[in-house]
C-alpha cells in the first residue's frame, strides 16, 4: 500500500513561512491525487489543498488561497506545501493524504500520514 510520511512542521511567527513535506513509499504513486488536510485541537479535520496526479490542477480552502501553494516533484515522489503568510489560526496538525478520486473531504481518502505540528504564535 502507499505509505505517506510528512515532514517539515514547527513552531513560527505569524507572518512567517513553512514548508511541508509528505514523500510516498511502497506503491507507485502515478495517478494519485495528495491531499493536505489540518486538525486543530477541538475541531474537526479540514481539507486545506490538492493536488492532481500530473501536478495539472490544484484546488484550495478559501482560508488558504493566495497564501499557501501545493506542488508536486514526481522524481522525488514528493508533494509540497509552501505556507508563507502564516497566521495563529493555521496552527493545527497537518496531515498528507492521497486517493484515486478528486475530492475535497478527508472520508474520501484512503492513505494518510503520520501528521506533522505546525504551530503559529502572534
Known amino acids: 500500500q502507499v505509505q505517506l510520511v510528512e515532514s517539515g512542521g514547527g513552531l513560527v511567527q505569524a507572518g512567517g513561512s513553512l514548508r511541508l513535506s509528505c514523500a510516498a513509499s511502497g506503491r507507485p504513486f502515478i495517478r494519485y491525487h495528495t491531499g493536505w488536510f489540518r486538525q486543530a485541537p477541538g475541531k474537526e479535520r479540514e481539507f486545506v489543498a490538492v493536488i492532481s496526479w500530473s501536478g495539472g490542477n490544484t484546488d484550495y480552502a478559501d482560508s488558504v488561497k493566495g497564501r499557501f501553494t501545493i506542488s508536486r516533484d514526481s522524481a522525488k515522489n514528493t508533494v509540497y506545501l509552501q505556507m508563507n503568510s502564516l497566521k495563529p489560526e493555521d496552527t493545527a496538525v497537518y496531515y498528507c493524504?492521497?486517493?484515486?478520486?478528486?475530492?475535497?473531504?478527508?472520508?474520501?481518502?484512503?492513505?494518510w500520514g503520520q501528521g506533522t505540528q505546525v504551530t503559529v504564535s502572534s
Open positions: 493524504a492521497a486517493d484515486r478520486t478528486w475530492a475535497f473531504d478527508h472520508r474520501e481518502y484512503d492513505y
